[in-house]
C-alpha cells in the first residue's frame, strides 16, 4: 500500500509505524490528514487505537485496513470510505482518497460559515431541523450507532461509564469484542456528526463518555420549558396551549423499541394528556364543542385504549346532537375492546347509553 500511495500526486506519507505507541506519540506532532489503519495488530485493537487518534486530533480521518472482508462489513459495518481490503487495489484506493478529499472541502467550508441553527426532535423519531433545510432524518450507518446516539442525547449532558454502555447495548458479547464494537460505533457517530458540521460532539470523560450539545436546542427540553411557563387557561391564552399540544409530534421516540426510554416515554406522554385534558374542559366549559371534539380526537389518537377519551367524544356528540356519531364511537369502543382485551365496556358507559336508547334504539349493533 505504502508504494501505492507514493505513486498518487498529492500524497505525501509523513510517517509509518508499527508501533501503536510510538506512533499516538508522535502524530500530534505530525498532524496527517488521514491515518490508514491495520484492524488485527499484535497487541492492541486497530479500532481502540482509532479512538485514542480521534481524540489527539478530531478531525483526522482513519481508514481501516483488513483482510477480511465480513470482518470489516459484518462487524464494523462501515462504508467504502472507512475500510479498504487487503490486497489493497490503487484504484480502490484512489476512490477512498478523492472521497476523503471532498469531505475535506465540504467540513472547510461549514467550518468558514459556522454551524447553522440546529435542534434535535425526539417527539415520535430522532432528527434534525437545520436552519433553511427543514425537518432531515440522519443516515445512520448502523442501527445500533443510531440507537447509542439517541440514548447519549437522553442522557445528554451526563458522562456514561463504557461498562454500562456495554451491559446496555452488547450485553452477550464477550468483552473484548465488545468494546471493540463499543469504539468502531462511537467513532461512526463521531464521523457522522463531523460530516453533518452542526456543533455536537462526543467527548470522553474519564472512563466513559459525555455528549455535548454546543448550544443545540432540543424539541423535547423547549416543550417542557414552554409547558412550564404557560399562562392559566383564558380566551388570550388559549392559542398558545394549542399550539403546545400540536408540537407533540409522536411519543419520545415512538418509532423506535427503544427499552431505557420507556420511562420518559410515559412522563412526557402523561404531562401532554394532562395538560391537553385541562384545555379540553375549559372548551366544554366554554361550549367550544367543535374545538373540544378535534382536541380529544387528537387525544386517541395516542391513547386509543383509553376508554374515558371515548366515553367523553360519546357525550360531546351526544351533546351537539349528533347521534350517527355517538353511535360510531360506541361501536368503535365496544370492537376494540372485544378484540383487544377480550372485554366489553364499562359498566357506566353502557348505562349512559341504555338511558339513552330511546333516541338510539335500532342504532346500536346488538341492542
Known amino acids: 500500500m505504502e508504494k501505492i500511495l507514493d505513486g498518487i500526486e498529492?500524497?505525501?506519507?509523513?510517517?509509518?509505524?508499527?508501533?501503536s505507541v510510538k506512533a499516538l506519540h508522535d502524530i500530534p506532532n505530525l498532524r496527517p490528514d488521514v491515518v490508514f489503519l491495520d484492524v488485527?495488530?499484535?497487541e492492541r485493537d486497530g479500532i481502540e487505537i482509532a479512538e485514542e487518534i480521534s481524540l489527539l486530533l478530531p478531525d483526522i480521518d482513519i481508514v481501516f485496513v483488513t483482510a477480511y472482508e465480513e470482518y470489516a462489513v459484518k462487524a464494523f459495518e462501515l462504508d467504502a470510505l472507512d475500510y479498504v481490503l487487503k490486497p489493497v487495489q490503487r484504484e480502490r484506493l484512489q476512490k477512498t482518497l478523492k472521497r476523503l478529499q471532498k469531505e475535506k472541502e465540504w467540513m472547510a467550508e461549514e467550518k468558514r460559515t459556522g454551524p447553522p441553527q440546529t435542534r434535535i426532535h425526539c417527539f415520535q423519531?430522532?432528527?434534525i431541523e437545520v436552519a433553511g433545510d427543514g425537518l432531515q432524518t440522519i443516515r445512520w450507518r448502523t442501527a445500533k450507532a443510531q440507537e447509542l446516539f439517541a440514548f447519549l442525547i437522553h442522557r445528554r449532558g451526563k458522562?456514561?461509564?463504557k461498562d454500562y454502555l456495554l451491559e446496555l447495548f452488547w450485553t452477550d458479547m464477550e468483552w473484548k469484542k465488545g468494546y471493540s464494537l463499543l469504539y468502531t460505533t462511537v467513532y461512526q457517530i463521531r464521523k457522522t456528526l463531523e460530516r453533518l458540521g452542526i456543533g455536537l460532539k462526543i467527548t470522553n470523560h474519564e472512563d466513559g463518555y459525555l455528549l455535548e450539545l454546543g448550544g443545540i436546542s432540543l424539541d423535547v427540553e423547549e416543550w417542557e420549558s414552554q409547558l412550564r411557563s404557560l399562562p392559566p387557561i383564558s380566551e388570550d391564552s388559549l392559542s398558545k396551549h394549542m399550539e403546545l399540544i400540536e408540537q407533540y409530534?409522536?411519543?419520545?421516540?415512538a418509532e423506535y423499541d427503544y427499552l431505557w426510554a420507556e420511562s420518559e416515554r410515559q412522563r412526557l406522554r402523561a404531562d401532554w394528556y394532562d395538560h391537553a385534558m385541562q384545555v379540553g374542559r375549559y372548551l366544554v366549559g366554554e361550549r367550544e364543542y367543535p374545538k373540544a371534539i378535534a382536541l380529544y380526537l387528537r387525544l386517541l389518537?395516542?391513547?386509543?385504549?383509553?376508554?374515558?377519551l371515548h366515553f367523553t367524544l360519546m357525550q360531546l356528540y351526544d351533546t351537539v346532537g349528533d347521534r350517527e356519531a355517538v353511535t360510531l364511537q360506541y361501536n368503535q369502543l365496544r370492537n376494540m375492546l372485544q378484540e383487544d382485551f377480550d372485554m366489553d365496556?364499562?359498566?357506566?358507559?353502557?348505562?349512559?347509553?341504555?338511558?339513552?336508547?330511546?333516541v338510539y334504539r335500532g342504532e346500536i349493533d346488538g341492542n
Open 10 to 19: 498529492g500524497i505525501a506519507i509523513v510517517g509509518r509505524y508499527q508501533d
Open 40 to 42: 488485527e495488530m499484535p
Open 125 to 127: 423519531s430522532l432528527q
Open 159 to 161: 458522562p456514561v461509564r
Open 249 to 253: 409530534r409522536g411519543d419520545y421516540f
Open 301 to 308: 389518537q395516542f391513547l386509543p385504549h383509553l376508554e374515558e
Open 345 to 358: 365496556p364499562r359498566p357506566d358507559i353502557t348505562e349512559w347509553l341504555q338511558k339513552r336508547k330511546h
